[in-house]
């Protein structure tokens, strides 16, 4: 009977040590596993009414909306592109670490175009704006996390919330008047997140492919990055709102949902990175630093149907 | 006597007024200004015995190197390059928003140049190891600030510091094998900070000039930016140690001492930016958003004398 009462002890510890083992496993997963193991479900596929295609010499650079946080602005930026008046514009500042920037140099001659859009720098905190928070805290914010695929930050006590300049963010340049902003003129940011600029500009949305495009353009030597004379800046084939391509020209994305939790095993898996490489894992991680993928769009048929 | 004692009061207000008011102003002064009014011994120049020259096609990338924190692969590294051993390498990795990086592709036919050194991811927190503390906090450890005019988290309890992986930090690539950094693969920060590598790798110093002509490098199409067989690397002209080039051929460059009076004022003017641009002033700021600013050497005679 001893053996039978050992066997069984020694039975039930390794059961125990197995499923311990497969939690830890699972929990321990790198971000490329967590990707693999992903469901269509975890994607959401652009919405071709607030997706935009900045189509430069070299490529596309696409850039996904947040209407929730700037709907003046992204409408006017899409009245703007409807009516193809960002072609053959110049990418006119590269300011090192910093931002890409295109806009009109003869905005001010276009009525429309240089017609200011009422600030939108942070919208109210409404009860059920989808939000998952990072649980590391934030220099800047009281909090912060990612509401439907962009990096926001909120203040409970003023009942606001705000999109966070993290890399790869788009936003409105405007003049020293805040409500000088008219969408005529956008910047993304190519370098460490100049949070700073929170709340004091519209983030409108995020660029989900292409970055490399503008990041290795040649640095402007003029002042705040500004193209000098004898530099050639890039030009603008056009910027189009996706529904206006024809389906054919299109760049099937989707980008991975952040109120999933295969999303919440993602800021894990960088929270603590289990990387063989990974000597120290450092058990936090700052919201620019957690990668809010995209994909070529999976279909569930030989077509991508919209 | 009603006249006169009115007069007291308001004449008492208006000192009063200008006083604040000249407070305020010394109180918001912008980084701009503080640098116009900074004293020359508000900067110190670079030390020619540990500064890195990285000459390029382009121009001349400059190291700062830190020997306080990493002084094994710092002497490794002034060995190589006075071997000339770094000459004529590719920089084969070019990574968008992380890292570009050079290193020897038949290093491992060299023992010299493969040798690893012991590690040097942090160093004991002395009693004197100078530390300007930022007041806003870190996502990633319980303090961090600035060190000789590096950016520098310590942990007290665990009595370590070390160096942040800010924009521009340089350190010494390496297998997964923690221990197997050898000084011969460098890499320098083009991207938003990646501090989930702090402690997991050495860092050896910082790029003071120069940093535009890496993060403008075309991106690599291999895994982690490797540069693909169709791609043209840049070919590295030499890396040399500042005291063993001519004079005649040195830039001349200080940087902002970072234990001064003017060095905290200019982090206050980042915590709270008053340039008639800002709408609303964050009151924080992240420890890699306060630039440690290098200027051409002012020498107080015709010519620069070491």
Redesign the interface.
Known sequence: MTLRKDCRKIMLGCALALVAQTAMASKYLAMGDILASSKNTDWRVLDPETTLYVDLPGGRVIIDMAPRFAPLHIAKIKALARKRYFHGLPINRVQ??YVVQWSDPRASSDAVASKAVAPE?DVPLIRDMPFARLP?????APEVGFSEGFPMARDRKLKRAWLAH???MVGVGR??D?TSGSGQELYVVI??????L???VALVGRVVQG??LL?????GTDAMGGYAENQKPLIIKSVMVEADVPLAERTQLEIIRTDTPTFAALVES?RN?HE???????G???L??VPIVARPRVCPKPNCPR
């Open positions: 090192d670490n720098f590391d805290g934030d220099v800047y993290c890399y790869a003049d020293n805040p370098g460490h997140a100049p949070r700073h929170d709340r004091n970055m490399e990041t290795s353009l040649p640095r960088r990175r063989e490489w990974f000597f120290s894992p450092t936090h991680v700052d620019c630093n």
